[in-house]
């Protein structure tokens, strides 16, 4: 009976603990974000699944229990304190990951290389004193439960209690009762769970790729005009130029910028009259070709670049990790194959996400990052440790216009990626102007306060930035391109499909008049649709594409499949038509980007064997050198 009684302690040890982190959890995020009605609903949720996982899992673990200390009872009482210690010190690191990226973990460790991890905690804004004065409370809290809990006697019956809540609990999990969303899950079983998947079935770069599979490919993502199953992306480039109607002739081939902003949310450019964050960005969308249902591939910014410059697939965990490029072909080396000075600017180091490799590998000419910028421009300096993160947006963009004023004359592809609205949203050394700008915005929370700065920021950067080009002789040569790399993951995201959704902005001297799109399209579509556009100018254009995007649709809506890339580099995400299935979570798409749940098993096989062949085709191309052959068309 001694045995049962630990146990009997044991378990309601576990529960106490289990309050106590879901309690953090709930304190951590109405502290962050502000107090909201549905947050303590969904903890409280999330504590009664917390509650009734732990009884199953202990249930299964009391006979092996009874088993192993009838020899060794000290060493086994040990081990199980000692993990649950582990479980819930590991647990408030988890929470810490949840609470400032409001997205639980999932395989990030596996996906990013030790150079990302360090770059990432050195300019959180995450306090790390706050993460270790937990973890003593955690020590001390713990110690003082389990001697509070031994004095109890416990009735051996409570194990008849048990079983019955593991039997609520199978019933409640079998037929889905009640929605769980991230809010209510248990962050580390859900860690855990996805690890031993991971390990269990990890995709493997060795796909047996062939004809059959190619023609389900071509039939499962509807591009019949696909003319190669050995290059699987493969198809004749349609010069058709869906822009033509909306710009007046330049005189010559025009300059191209492309603006990728961090963090930016199509939402921003869509807020009401009290709370309007970026009032020079929305100006311009009314003067511009603007698709409000644009959607990134990939929820971090290892997507974007592959993505707008060639329509590129995703690799393993982003095509720029790829230690051999496969044979491709982008704006850059196209556009320097026709005599265009092509530059990338960029207020940080270009070695993350490996921009930089990848640039040079398709010979850009200039690679402007924090190396290269004079003593005129204040550094921005982060934490204790004086890490240098580079220079803010408005530094970038004067650096740029400094840069190539003595060009002018040249046909240049200027590419920027802005870097103030990122982690860790230093605006320095102007601060305090900002405190004063964002005391004006209703519904902003305390520690919501610095992403909002520096939207208001990065917007004022780009004003003045427009304002400066406007004076440039080279002005009405010129065409902008504005999007975001994805929406900010620090502010709340409405929905699954919302964390890809970003504005994609025309803007030119010569636009005729604006227009609004209300078609989906993706960055996938970007690179098509300026060569089409560049080659009534002269542009040599190549006579084969290997694009997984076609072209910005302008007219009415068509059948369109996009897969995107997690932030943990897993492909488990897929809209097509209206549809979006998400964790296995199937939703109706309304014309707002609403998600709203439903259930069609066919539908959602339909999804995942799209997820699949597309996972098969995307390692294929990466991984065996066949997006383009070496020799291709021209």
Same mark, same amino acid.
């Not at 109405?30 to 009605?37: D, E, I, M, P, Q």
């Not at 001390?140 to 593991?166: A, D, M, Q």
């Not at 902005?505 to 560049?534: G, M, R």
């Given at each position: ?112 290389? !030790? ?65 769980? =969303?991230?809010?209510?899950? =248990? ?103 603007? !698709? ?5 591939? *990939? ?51 270009? !070695? ?36 240098? !993160? ?28 802005? *870097? ?164 296995? =979570? ?49």
């Amino acid at each position: 009976m001694k045995k049962q009684k630990f146990f009997c302690n044991l378990v309601i040890s576990v529960f106490l603990v289990l309050f106590f982190l879901r309690g953090m959890e709930m304190i951590s995020l109405w502290l962050k974000y502000g107090g909201a009605k549905y947050l303590l609903k969904e903890e409280f949720l999330g504590f009664v699944y917390d509650f009734l996982s732990a009884n199953l899992i202990l249930c299964l673990l009391y006979l092996p229990y009874k088993y192993m200390s009838v020899k060794w009872a000290p060493v086994v009482n040990f081990v199980f304190l000692s993990f649950l210690f582990l479980y819930a010190l590991l647990h408030l690191f988890i929470i810490q990951y949840f609470v400032y990226q409001l997205q639980c973990l999932d395989v990030f460790l596996f996906q990013y290389s !030790w150079e990302e991890i360090l770059y990432t905690i050195r300019t959180s804004s995450e306090s790390i004193l706050n993460l270790l004065l937990g973890i003593f409370f955690l020590f001390i809290l713990f110690i003082g439960i389990f001697k509070w809990v031994l004095r109890w006697n416990l009735p051996y019956k409570i194990f008849g209690l048990l079983v019955l809540l593991v039997v609520i609990y199978i019933g409640v999990r079998s037929f889905h009762w009640i929605e769980i =969303n991230k809010y209510s899950k =248990n962050k580390s079983l859900y860690l855990y769970t996805n690890i031993a998947s991971f390990l269990l079935h990890s995709p493997t770069t060795n796909i047996d790729y062939s004809l059959v599979k190619h023609q389900e490919y071509k039939r499962l993502f509807e591009q019949e005009d696909l003319i190669n199953s050995q290059y699987p992306l493969l198809h004749k480039f349609q010069s058709e130029d869906v822009l033509k109607p909306y710009f007046n002739v330049f005189d010559t081939a025009p300059n191209i910028v492309i603006i990728i902003i961090e963090g930016l949310n199509d939402d921003y450019l869509n807020s009401d009259k009290e709370n309007i964050w970026m009032p020079f960005l929305s100006s311009l969308k009314n003067e511009s070709l603007y !698709w409000n249902h644009c959607l990134t591939l *990939g929820e971090r910014s290892f997507a974007v670049v592959p993505s707008i410059l060639g329509g590129l697939p995703y690799g393993k965990i982003g095509f720029t990790f790829i230690d051999d490029y496969p044979v491709h072909h982008t704006l850059v080396s196209v556009l320097n194959e026709n005599q265009y000075i092509t530059s990338f600017f960029y207020g940080q180091g270009a !070695w993350f996400h490996r921009k930089d490799v990848f640039l040079k590998y398709n010979n850009i000419r200039h690679i402007y990052d924090y190396t290269t910028y004079s003593a005129k421009y204040p550094k921005i300096i982060v934490g204790k440790d004086h890490y240098f !993160w580079g220079y803010n947006d408005q530094s970038l963009f004067e650096h740029a216009l400094e840069v190539t004023m003595p060009i002018q004359n040249e046909k240049r592809l200027d590419i920027f990626f802005t *870097g103030s609205m990122h982690s860790p949203f230093s605006i320095a050394p102007k601060e305090k102007l900002y405190d004063k700008k964002v005391e004006k915005i209703k519904g902003v929370a305390g520690t919501q306060k610095k992403f909002v700065e520096s939207i208001l920021f990065t917007d004022d950067a780009l004003r003045e930035f427009f304002t400066n080009y406007r004076k440039r002789r080279d002005y009405n040569h010129t065409l902008f391109i504005i999007t975001g790399d994805h929406p900010m993951t620090e502010l709340p995201i409405k929905n699954a499909l919302k964390r890809y959704h970003v504005p994609l902005i025309l803007y030119s001297p010569q636009l005729i008049k604006p227009w609004v799109f209300t078609n989906v399209v993706s960055h996938l579509d970007i690179y098509e649709t300026l060569l089409a556009f560049l080659k009534p100018y002269g542009v040599h254009v190549p006579v084969l594409s290997a694009s997984l995007g076609r072209k910005l649709k302008t007219d009415k809506p068509a059948p369109y499949t996009l897969v995107f890339m997690n932030s943990n580099r897993v492909l488990k995400d897929v809209f097509t038509n209206g549809y979006f299935l998400s964790e296995k =979570n199937l939703y109706k798409v309304d014309s707002n980007f609403n998600c709203i749940p439903t259930e069609d098993s066919l539908l959602t096989k339909k999804l995942q064997a799209k997820l699949k062949a597309f996972e098969e085709m995307n390692y294929y191309v990466s991984f065996k050198n066949r997006i383009y052959p070496n020799l291709y068309g021209k």
